[in-house]
Protein backbone atom coordinates (compact mmCIF):
# COMPACT_ATOMS: atom_id res chain seq x y z
CA UNK A 1 0.00 0.00 0.00
CA UNK A 2 3.11 2.16 0.62
CA UNK A 3 4.38 1.70 -2.86
CA UNK A 4 1.02 2.22 -4.29
CA UNK A 5 0.47 6.23 -2.53
CA UNK A 6 4.17 6.81 -3.03
CA UNK A 7 3.93 5.84 -6.56
CA UNK A 8 0.85 8.02 -7.15
CA UNK A 9 2.52 11.28 -5.55
CA UNK A 10 5.20 11.05 -8.09
CA UNK A 11 2.72 10.44 -10.72
CA UNK A 12 0.87 13.71 -9.67
CA UNK A 13 4.04 15.60 -8.75
CA UNK A 14 5.46 15.42 -12.34
CA UNK A 15 1.83 16.24 -13.33
CA UNK A 16 1.88 19.59 -11.44
CA UNK A 17 5.24 20.20 -12.35
CA UNK A 18 3.99 19.27 -16.22
CA UNK A 19 1.54 21.92 -15.89
CA UNK A 20 3.50 24.32 -14.73
CA UNK A 21 5.67 24.47 -17.34
CA UNK A 22 4.92 27.29 -20.61
CA UNK A 23 3.50 25.97 -23.71
CA UNK A 24 3.69 27.41 -27.44
CA UNK A 25 1.16 27.02 -29.88
CA UNK A 26 3.25 27.74 -33.49
CA UNK A 27 0.48 28.46 -35.63
CA UNK A 28 1.48 27.54 -38.97
CA UNK A 29 0.47 27.42 -42.47
CA UNK A 30 0.27 23.31 -41.88
CA UNK A 31 -1.77 23.65 -38.98
CA UNK A 32 -1.22 24.22 -34.95
CA UNK A 33 2.21 22.84 -33.42
CA UNK A 34 1.90 22.66 -29.48
CA UNK A 35 4.87 22.23 -27.42
CA UNK A 36 5.59 22.13 -23.65
CA UNK A 37 8.81 23.95 -23.22
CA UNK A 38 11.21 22.57 -20.05
CA UNK A 39 12.50 26.10 -18.25
CA UNK A 40 14.08 23.58 -15.50
CA UNK A 41 16.13 21.46 -17.89
CA UNK A 42 16.70 24.18 -20.29
CA UNK A 43 16.84 27.49 -19.07
CA UNK A 44 18.74 29.57 -21.09
CA UNK A 45 17.23 27.88 -24.12
CA UNK A 46 13.85 28.19 -23.27
CA UNK A 47 13.56 31.79 -22.37
CA UNK A 48 16.04 32.47 -26.03
CA UNK A 49 12.78 31.05 -27.24
CA UNK A 50 10.42 32.75 -25.32
CA UNK A 51 11.57 35.87 -25.78
CA UNK A 52 11.82 35.62 -29.97
CA UNK A 53 8.10 34.40 -29.85
CA UNK A 54 7.34 37.72 -27.50
CA UNK A 55 8.95 39.86 -29.41
CA UNK A 56 7.23 38.23 -33.06
CA UNK A 57 10.63 37.62 -34.43
CA UNK A 58 9.17 33.54 -35.89
CA UNK A 59 6.15 35.51 -37.36
CA UNK A 60 6.77 35.18 -41.16
CA UNK A 61 9.55 32.53 -40.91
CA UNK A 62 9.55 28.80 -42.37
CA UNK A 63 10.28 25.92 -42.21
CA UNK A 64 13.55 25.65 -44.34
CA UNK A 65 15.10 22.16 -44.28
CA UNK A 66 13.03 19.41 -44.28
CA UNK A 67 15.13 16.17 -43.51
CA UNK A 68 12.75 13.14 -43.82
CA UNK A 69 12.80 10.63 -40.92
CA UNK A 70 15.04 12.70 -39.13
CA UNK A 71 14.18 16.47 -38.41
CA UNK A 72 11.66 19.78 -39.77
CA UNK A 73 13.88 23.17 -38.92
CA UNK A 74 12.80 26.26 -38.74
CA UNK A 75 12.78 29.89 -37.03
CA UNK A 76 15.76 31.78 -38.81
CA UNK A 77 14.22 32.02 -42.84
CA UNK A 78 11.65 34.24 -44.03
CA UNK A 79 9.32 32.78 -47.19
CA UNK A 80 12.32 34.73 -49.50
CA UNK A 81 15.06 32.70 -47.73
CA UNK A 82 16.07 36.22 -46.20
CA UNK A 83 17.91 35.18 -42.86
CA UNK A 84 16.81 37.22 -40.09
CA UNK A 85 18.80 39.30 -37.70
CA UNK A 86 19.14 37.34 -34.24
CA UNK A 87 20.50 38.79 -30.86
CA UNK A 88 23.84 36.74 -29.90
CA UNK A 89 24.19 32.85 -29.44
CA UNK A 90 23.51 31.22 -26.39
CA UNK A 91 25.35 28.58 -23.79
CA UNK A 92 24.89 24.82 -25.37
CA UNK A 93 22.52 23.41 -22.74
CA UNK A 94 22.91 19.71 -24.16
CA UNK A 95 24.10 18.57 -20.55
CA UNK A 96 20.60 18.77 -19.55
CA UNK A 97 19.78 15.05 -19.60
CA UNK A 98 17.46 15.53 -22.32
CA UNK A 99 17.15 13.57 -25.12
CA UNK A 100 16.66 14.00 -29.34
CA UNK A 101 13.62 11.83 -28.67
CA UNK A 102 10.83 11.85 -30.96
CA UNK A 103 8.50 15.03 -31.18
CA UNK A 104 11.19 16.80 -28.99
CA UNK A 105 12.34 20.26 -30.26
CA UNK A 106 15.74 21.03 -29.66
CA UNK A 107 18.17 24.44 -30.59
CA UNK A 108 19.37 24.41 -34.26
CA UNK A 109 23.48 25.57 -34.27
CA UNK A 110 26.42 25.24 -36.82
CA UNK A 111 29.54 23.17 -35.46
CA UNK A 112 30.03 25.69 -32.20
CA UNK A 113 28.31 24.12 -29.59
CA UNK A 114 27.90 27.57 -28.51
CA UNK A 115 26.47 29.08 -31.62
CA UNK A 116 22.80 28.26 -31.16
CA UNK A 117 20.44 31.63 -31.88
CA UNK A 118 16.92 31.62 -33.46
CA UNK A 119 16.52 28.15 -34.97
CA UNK A 120 15.48 24.96 -33.71
CA UNK A 121 14.14 21.90 -34.91
CA UNK A 122 11.55 19.15 -34.27
CA UNK A 123 12.94 15.48 -34.24
CA UNK A 124 11.04 13.24 -36.56
CA UNK A 125 12.81 10.50 -34.47
CA UNK A 126 15.26 9.32 -32.13
CA UNK A 127 18.00 10.87 -33.02
CA UNK A 128 20.59 9.79 -30.04
CA UNK A 129 23.50 10.68 -32.17
CA UNK A 130 22.74 14.55 -31.47
CA UNK A 131 23.19 14.05 -27.99
CA UNK A 132 25.95 14.78 -26.04
CA UNK A 133 27.87 12.22 -25.91
CA UNK A 134 31.77 11.20 -24.79
CA UNK A 135 33.83 13.87 -26.27
CA UNK A 136 30.81 15.41 -28.27
CA UNK A 137 28.81 18.30 -27.33
CA UNK A 138 25.28 17.28 -28.24
CA UNK A 139 22.23 19.30 -29.55
CA UNK A 140 20.71 21.10 -26.71
CA UNK A 141 16.77 19.94 -25.90
CA UNK A 142 14.43 22.50 -24.58
CA UNK A 143 10.95 21.09 -25.50
CA UNK A 144 8.46 18.60 -26.81
CA UNK A 145 5.48 18.32 -28.94
CA UNK A 146 2.53 17.67 -27.21
CA UNK A 147 -0.23 18.20 -30.02
CA UNK A 148 -0.04 18.40 -33.30
CA UNK A 149 2.47 15.87 -34.18
CA UNK A 150 0.38 15.10 -37.65
CA UNK A 151 1.11 18.60 -38.72
CA UNK A 152 5.00 17.86 -38.04
CA UNK A 153 4.52 14.39 -39.57
CA UNK A 154 3.09 15.99 -42.37
CA UNK A 155 5.94 18.98 -42.67
CA UNK A 156 8.45 15.92 -42.31
CA UNK A 157 6.61 14.24 -45.41
CA UNK A 158 7.41 17.38 -48.18
CA UNK A 159 9.04 17.05 -50.81
CA UNK A 160 12.29 19.17 -51.28
CA UNK A 161 14.74 20.80 -53.58
CA UNK A 162 17.40 22.31 -53.33
CA UNK A 163 17.60 26.23 -53.79
CA UNK A 164 20.95 28.05 -53.50
CA UNK A 165 22.96 26.98 -50.34
CA UNK A 166 19.06 25.31 -49.20
CA UNK A 167 19.38 21.63 -49.90
CA UNK A 168 16.33 20.65 -48.09
CA UNK A 169 14.33 23.26 -48.72
CA UNK A 170 10.13 21.93 -49.03
CA UNK A 171 8.77 22.24 -51.95
CA UNK A 172 5.65 23.51 -50.45
CA UNK A 173 6.32 26.61 -48.37
CA UNK A 174 5.07 25.87 -44.50
CA UNK A 175 5.07 29.58 -42.66
CA UNK A 176 5.42 30.03 -39.23
CA UNK A 177 2.42 32.60 -38.81
CA UNK A 178 2.59 33.51 -35.26
CA UNK A 179 3.60 32.02 -31.75
CA UNK A 180 0.82 31.85 -29.00
CA UNK A 181 2.32 31.39 -25.52
CA UNK A 182 0.73 29.72 -22.60
CA UNK A 183 2.01 30.30 -18.88
Known sequence: MKYYL???FVIFSECVVAQDNPVAILHTSAGDITIEL???QAPASVENFLTYAKEGFYDGTIFHRVEKRFV???GGFTEKLQKKPTRDPIMNESSNQLHND??????ARTDDPNSATSQFYINLRMNSSL???RGKEGYAVFGKVIDGQY???DIGKQETRTTGS???????TVVINSVEIKQ
Open 6 to 8: LLL
Open 38 to 40: YPM
Open 72 to 74: IQG
Open 102 to 107: RWTVAM
Open 131 to 133: DRG
Open 151 to 153: VVS
Open 166 to 172: FSSLPVE
